[in-house]
């Protein structure tokens, strides 16, 4: 069974908002980081927004700070990235990722990646 299956993304126009949801199963929030990254073509992929391992933090790229925001409904198994504000440079293709006992959004930290939701924002 994929631990993460990613869904939610689509085609908005600048200004426009987006919320991509991320279905977890069998990895605990208490033990795992979750995070969102992207990559878009031509470049490498990044860290968009991260809870910690127990939930003891959140991390947010300067790019998307004040703009996205990351949460997770334990109830649900789902974690969510609320995006407001889009820019044309956020599209990209999402990946929600979890990483055990982990504190950072750095790429190598994740263990379990999803198969990735597109979002393109047009101007």
């Known amino acids: 069974q994929v631990p993460l299956v990613e869904s939610g993304g689509g085609s908005v126009q600048a200004g426009g908002s987006l919320r991509l949801s991320c279905a977890v199963s069998?990895?605990?929030?208490?033990?795992?980081?979750m995070g969102w990254f992207r990559q878009a073509p031509g470049k490498e992929r990044e860290g968009v927004a991260v809870i910690y391992a127990g939930g003891v933090g959140t991390y947010y790229a300067d790019s998307v700070k004040g703009r996205f925001t990351i949460s997770q409904d334990n109830a649900k198994n789902t974690l969510y990235l609320q995006m407001i504000g889009l820019k044309p440079e956020d599209t990209a293709m999402y990946y929600c990722?979890?990483?055990?006992?982990?504190?950072?959004?750095?790429?190598?930290?994740?263990?379990?990646w999803g198969q990735g939701t597109q979002v393109t924002v047009s101007s």
């Open positions: 069998g990895l605990s929030y208490s033990t795992y980081c």
């Open positions: 990722a979890a990483g055990y006992d982990c504190y950072s959004a750095r790429e190598s930290s994740y263990n379990y």
